[in-house]
């Protein structure tokens, strides 16, 4: 029986009002759980308190628990793992406290302005026609163009090889280029994120 | 990579798996929890995950959740403290009772 499996059955156990379920539902996640609301809380926040930690992660499992366990079962075995599923809810909760500390401490309107900034990073933004390169040729450009990342991090991002990424890079150019009426490109099209490439 | 460069924490719409703000994420087409781990785990079918990367494109925060819980994924264990468990189970054992199902606690 995988873990997964296990898993399975475990949630089921808890979503019934099994007490020892629970249990062991805590013992096998509450290492994922604390990993990322103290990842999270590191990196938002100047000083990371254990007691906070404590707290949002006492929060996590509630928020699994309460509600006839509306949480939990809204958790779809056959989209994901539980360890990913958990570690997406935890980081929510973890964010959603320091949403609340800093509204706490910031004026509104920076507030709004850092809800609209996302990650536009000061430059403008390119525009891509719709329907004429793939939503994953899309997602390379906006990474490597946008947010910045080499060949090596947008491969590792979307777990393929780094050969995927120019291939990707240089199809979504391609037919840019041909969208525009700039030709096929004679040469190939290199990526400026590329610092491996010969 | 570090995130660093984003302004942002956090979808605004991608708020803890209550219903409400599940609603919410569909409404804004933010993929929702479950979606959202999926396409982290390469699980989703290929015109679900089309629809996520259509999304990611033009969302820079969701890009920016992405990229950090990838980033939260691929990073080592940490050890936590041993008392933790314990607290977690002993709360959740006395919060308002056993844990069955049926009961409506406020967090």
Known sequence: MTKNNVTEEIVKDCIDGNDVAWAILVDMYIGVVYKAIVLVLNKYLDHTDEHDVNDICQNTFLKLFINNCSVLKSYDQNKSKFSTWITVVSRNLAIDYIRKIKEKNTPISDIVDSLHMGGVTGREKISVPEDVISPRQHLVLRMIYDDGLDVEETARFLSVKRQTIRSLHHRAIKKLREHYGLGAGQEKSSCPADTTQS | ?107
């Open chain 2, 1 to 107: 990579m570090d995130g660093a460069k984003f302004n942002s924490i956090g979808c605004s719409d991608r708020i803890s798996g209550n219903g409400a703000a599940e609603k919410k994420k569909e409404a804004g087409n933010c993929p929702d929890t479950n979606t959202f781990a999926g396409y982290l785990d390469n699980k989703l079918a290929p015109t679900e995950r089309d629809s996520v990367e259509n999304h990611l494109a033009d969302c820079p925060v969701c890009r920016n959740d992405f990229y950090e819980i990838r980033m939260l994924m691929d990073q080592g264990a940490k050890e936590t403290p041993e008392a933790l468990a314990d607290s977690v189970k002993n709360n959740l054992q006395t919060h308002d009772g056993a844990p069955t199902p049926g009961r409506k606690i406020k967090i």
